[in-house]
């Protein structure tokens, strides 16, 4: 599987999960489908764009910062959408950048 | 009296070849097989080594007719592994120099000299089940390409591959091998050579139908020696069918299902449990999974401390 591949899934498989965690916030439950179906876009580009950046650049260190980057600056978007919940949006969608970075880098094509 | 070592010197010093009159220099015997002897010798024109295979005497007498026939036979052979060896240009296959004939009449081959180790010893190291499947790939590659060129190897084994110190891998003793034509022709099934526990059943019973799949067959027991679990045992279970249509038709298709095992993928000779492809996959795709559940870790972890 190719790296850029490997991390759109990883990213998107990520953003699923990310997106279900806003069950456990009961003020957000009712908007749990357009919750998950963001997240998952999100994830999605995330994962595209670490994906493409691993095949350039061969390195665990700047992959997952740039990972990390690319996470946070989702995040802060969504952020920007919906203030007031900045921990709760900034922590996972960075968390999100870092794991697909590093998996990137790590993954064999 | 002549002591034990005193004669077993002397033996040595008769069957010892005379290189006398050509480019070689005698150093040391390296083994010895049915067909003939290989010496280390140095090539003196090009100040190399080079592995000498000269054919054995016959027998310490007079020659009678019946061993001049033998020797006769013997040179045959030699000229015909050595003619077969030069077909072969590939990496893994040993590559011959020179062929000729000795002031005593006994025909020589010179070829590469290999350094490392046969494959049984190699094995019995103690290697890791991906270094094994991939010297055990690159005697597949070498086969392959001999069957390719239409020569079947005939006698696979362990003992007949060299693993070098830089990780070559060279496929040894041509010294059966057959053309398919000739086997066709009916003058392959004259003798049953080989070695048994790796002969093909065909090859066994002197069958002139006997192709490719024969080394199939040798291979399936050279993986056999070197694999554990069961989806190996099943491709080179599938390798030793006694039936060469029951085979996997060419080494490249038994090459293709071993490849797919160090992929982490099914192989075709195996049907596996629901509970051994679940393993499979977990360790195919060990690093996603485990980042995912990670995340999922950290992620309650954030949730809990967010209640708290």
């Given amino acids: 599987m190719k790296k850029p591949l490997f991390a759109t899934l990883l990213g998107g498989v990520l953003g699923i999960f990310d997106g279900l965690t806003a069950l456990f916030t009961p003020e957000v439950r009712s908007q749990i489908v357009g919750i998950v179906i963001g997240s998952t876009i999100k994830g999605l580009l995330t994962g595209v764009i670490i994906g493409f950046f691993a095949t350039r650049v061969r390195s665990l260190v700047v992959g997952t910062i740039f990972g990390l980057a690319v996470g946070a600056f989702f995040a802060y978007l969504i952020l920007l959408a919906n203030p007031g919940h900045a921990l709760n949006i900034m922590l996972p969608g960075s968390l999100v950048g870092v794991i697909v970075g590093y998996a990137a880098q790590r993954h064999q094509s | ?308």
């Avoid at chain 2, 067909?35 to 007498?61: C, F, H, P, Q, S």
């Avoid at chain 2, 003793?173 to 070695?195: F, K, M």
């Fill in chain 2, 1 to 308: 009296m002549i002591s034990e070592p005193a004669l077993d010197r002397l033996w040595a010093m008769f069957r010892a070849p005379d290189l006398a009159g050509t480019r070689y220099e005698l150093l040391s015997e390296l083994g010895r097989g049915g067909m003939g002897v290989v010496y280390l010798a140095r090539d003196t024109a090009l100040d190399r080594e080079v592995a000498l295979k000269i054919v054995d005497r016959v027998d310490g007498g007079a020659e009678t007719a019946r061993t001049a026939d033998t020797r006769a036979d013997a040179v045959r052979a030699l000229g015909h592994e050595a003619r077969i060896l030069a077909q072969l240009e590939h990496p893994g296959i040993v590559p011959v120099h020179d062929f000729g004939e000795l002031p005593d009449g006994r025909a020589y081959y010179a070829m590469k000299r290999v350094r490392g180790d046969r494959l049984d010893r190699w094995l019995a190291a103690g290697r890791d089940v991906a270094a094994r499947l991939a010297v055990f790939l690159r005697v597949c590659d070498a086969v392959a390409f001999a069957h390719a060129h239409g020569v079947v190897h005939r006698d696979l084994k362990p003992e007949n591959v060299m693993v070098g110190e830089f990780g070559e891998v060279l496929v040894l003793d041509w010294g059966i091998a057959q053309l398919p034509a000739r086997v066709a022709e009916g003058r392959g099934g004259e003798s049953i050579a080989g070695t048994p526990e790796y002969m093909a059943p065909e090859q066994a019973r002197g069958d002139l139908e006997v192709d490719h799949r024969a080394d199939v067959y040798a291979l399936g027991g050279v993986l056999q020696s070197m694999s554990e679990g069961p989806a190996l045992a099943a491709i080179a279970r599938k390798a030793r069918a006694p039936l060469p249509a029951a085979r996997y038709q060419s080494v490249q298709a038994l090459a293709a299902d071993v490849q797919r095992f160090l992929a982490g993928r099914a192989v075709g000779a195996h049907r596996e449990r629901i509970v051994d492809r679940l393993v499979r996959v977990g360790r195919r795709y060990r690093l996603p999974i485990l980042l995912v559940l990670t995340y999922l870790a950290v992620r309650m972890l954030l949730l809990w401390l967010a209640r708290i």
